[in-house]
């Protein structure tokens, strides 16, 4: 089995960014080429599984799924989303104590569950898997109880499923719905945890955020990886001069550590394997691959290993500067309709960045502006773009990784 697997990240507003650069890709670009590129799979998390369910319920006509995604972002207010009223300052204690009855967070989830309920077609998406025109989506969770991700599979009839994907995961296969993709994008305390069976589970990018594996073992050869992080110098200041960083900025990097940057880790380790295959061909010839896969085949692993082609698409600019810059632009009409107190709270001031507001920022013109930053990203890679969806894939592969291509060339075998 091969084909192109879409992976999308989690990180809650920022996921604006990855509507903008699939845009760019299945609209803008494939407008000009004349031809769509084909998506076989998609793995998402957190927000990357909102913005992945939608076009996985639309994946006959993609074009026309990222143009009314674009719609949906854009016309987001803030309060909307964001709700939080007297029900939710009463039971802040809850948030903190836990306690039985519903799970509580800071904000009330309902806002979010009305948006991907209204706008997920999932009649449609059974039908896309049933007919395989999907082969399969996958949303990662965390499970609470036992801190392990796990990976929901809802695949089309005949495609195997993996049992496990190292590090602890789990592999489920499941009838994915509406409380997979807000388990998902459940981030912890902003959201409550959302109980699926007998089990509860939140944000699964605490453990999964750019789910590469599970497109992997599920037989993809190609993946186009959507990051919302910013690799940062080593040497960039956090704050200002004299100042030092309160709860909620630490809050802000905290989830930054969580839920980012797994994916430059991910990226390192599978290259490392990539380069071991390309040396393996080199060494002993192209029957190398056969080989190992018929020794992994006699010890029962069901799945091959084989060489991936990757393109990850990441930020140039850094999405907490330009929450930053977008709360000091509104902060007058923020501070009407949400409080002043709250807009600090997010706002810190410390360091040029706002974090935690880029996670928390559902607001049309922000999301406008992650928007169009994904497509001018997206854009900037427009040749890398063309060759990797259609050029021919064997040539692709059967070519050793240089310095130039290698942030761009990634692989992982399955076990």
């Not at 039985?100 to 039908?127: E, I, M, T, Y």
């Not at 989830?255 to 430059?264: G, K, M, Q, R, W």
Request: contains cysteine; hydrophobic residues 45%; aromatic residues 6%.
């Amino acid at each position: 089995m091969s084909g192109l697997g879409l992976i999308l990240s989690g990180g809650g507003a920022r996921g604006a960014y990855e509507v903008g650069v699939l845009e760019y890709i299945f609209s803008e670009f494939a407008d000009a080429r004349g031809n769509t590129p084909k998506v076989d799979l998609i793995s998402g998390t957190s927000v990357g599984a909102v913005n992945g369910a939608f076009v996985a319920s639309a994946i006959g006509d993609i074009p026309s799924a990222v143009k009314q995604l674009v719609s949906i972002w854009t016309d987001l207010e803030l309060p909307q989303v964001l709700g939080f009223g007297l029900r939710q300052a009463a039971g802040l204690y809850r948030v903190l104590l836990g306690g039985s009855g519903q799970a509580r967070g800071v904000f009330d989830p309902a806002p979010l569950s009305a948006l991907v309920g209204r706008n997920v077609r999932w009649r449609r998406l059974r039908q896309n898997l049933r007919t395989g025109t999907l082969r399969a989506l996958t949303v990662s969770t965390t499970h609470v109880g036992t801190g392990q991700p796990v990976i929901f599979v809802d695949a089309a009839p005949g495609v195997g499923i993996p049992k496990s994907l190292g590090l602890h995961a789990l592999v489920r296969r499941a009838r994915i719905g509406q409380h997979h993709v807000l388990a998902s994008a459940a981030i912890p305390l902003i959201f409550p945890a959302v109980e699926i069976g007998d089990e509860i589970h939140c944000d699964g990018g605490l453990r999964l955020n750019t789910p590469m594996g599970p497109s992997i073992h599920l037989g993809m050869n190609r993946l186009l990886v959507v990051g919302l992080s910013t690799p940062h110098a080593p040497d960039r200041r956090a704050v200002q001069d004299g100042k030092f960083p309160g709860a909620t900025y630490m809050l802000g990097k905290v989830l930054n550590a969580f839920l980012l940057d797994h994916v430059n880790t991910d990226l390192l380790e599978v290259q490392r394997i990539n380069d071991f295959l390309h040396d393996g061909i080199r060494a002993y010839g192209p029957e190398f691959l056969e080989r190992i896969n018929e020794a992994a085949k006699a010890r029962g692993a069901l799945a091959q290993r084989r060489l991936i082609s990757s393109l990850v698409l990441r930020p140039t600019t850094d999405i907490g500067q330009v929450a930053s810059d977008y709360l000091a632009s509104n902060r007058v009409r923020f501070g009407k309709s949400l409080g002043r107190a709250f807009i600090s709270m997010i706002d810190v001031g410390a360091g040029a960045d706002a974090d935690l507001a880029s996670y928390l920022l559902f607001d049309g013109g922000f999301a406008q502006t992650l928007i169009e930053m994904g497509r001018r990203d997206a854009h900037a890679h427009r040749a890398e773009i063309e060759a990797f969806l259609f050029e021919d894939p064997e040539a692709i592969l059967s070519r050793p990784p240089t310095v130039e291509t290698a942030p761009h060339s990634v692989s992982k075998p399955p076990e």
